[in-house]
């Protein structure tokens, strides 16, 4: 990518994405009550500190297998479109991941995709234009998805040259429901989270708090294609 202003770098080839969450999710992947039915605890004394136990638990499981349990909206932004096809290739491809016909696209580092929202830009005279979902597309990967164009669709040429001019609006999660995430990695933050409990005041929220069980099921779950 090429600025007229000097005082910007011509290429963002390491340049890291801001994803800004903008809708939180709305329930938790275990609940208080499974956690006290798992750890056999009847009174309500502990509720709070239990609470943040599970609170701790899913953040270090989503951060660890590099996944969202429950829906959560995005905002993410970027420079400027790729070029579409190979025969003109871009010369900013961070993120830009290509399918077998060469079409250039943005790599979603967010997971699991549910579906994409909108995608809208700044255009060279400053007004805000939104894309029409006939012009892309994201295939649900089991990791990171990818946002490409259609077949004989392109992106537009005149996004404003500036950072952010692009904004990608979109949802990931395995579903708006503790049900719908999978048994698995829900049985484990059960076991994660009455651990931290039993253990609190000796262990902190590293690896080494992390029973061996669950975390051979947040190994399994992990994402690695960094």
């Not at 910007?8 to 080839?13: I, W």
């Not at 979603?108 to 006939?134: F, H, K, M, N, W």
Request: charged share 20%; net charge negative.
């Amino acid at each position: 990518m090429t600025f007229s202003n000097n005082s910007l770098s011509p290429t963002f080839a390491d340049r890291a994405y801001t994803y800004k969450v903008t809708a939180a999710p709305a329930t938790t992947p275990i609940s208080l009550a499974e956690v006290k039915a798992f750890a056999k605890i009847t009174t309500a004394s502990d509720d709070a500190i239990i609470q943040m136990m599970i609170d701790a638990a899913i953040d270090y499981a989503e951060k660890f297998t590099r996944r969202d349990f429950i829906t959560r909206t995005y905002n993410t932004f970027r420079d400027s479109f790729p070029n579409t096809f190979l025969g003109n290739p871009s010369s900013n491809l961070q993120n830009s991941p290509f399918n077998d016909s060469g079409n250039f696209g943005f790599e979603l580092r967010r997971s699991p995709l549910q579906s994409i929202e909108s995608v809208q830009y700044t255009d060279t005279a400053g007004a805000t234009i939104v894309i029409p979902t006939t012009v892309y597309y994201a295939p649900l990967e089991e990791d990171y998805s990818s946002l490409l164009t259609q077949i004989a669709q392109s992106w537009p040429s005149d996004a404003l040259e500036q950072l952010q001019a692009i904004t990608i609006e979109f949802k990931t999660g395995f579903g708006d429901n503790a049900t719908d995430v999978p048994s698995d990695i829900r049985q484990a933050l059960l076991m994660h989270s009455s651990f931290l409990y039993e253990n609190r005041g000796d262990c902190g929220c590293d690896d080494a708090s992390v029973p061996s069980a669950a975390k051979r099921i947040y190994l399994q779950n992990r994402i690695e294609n960094l």
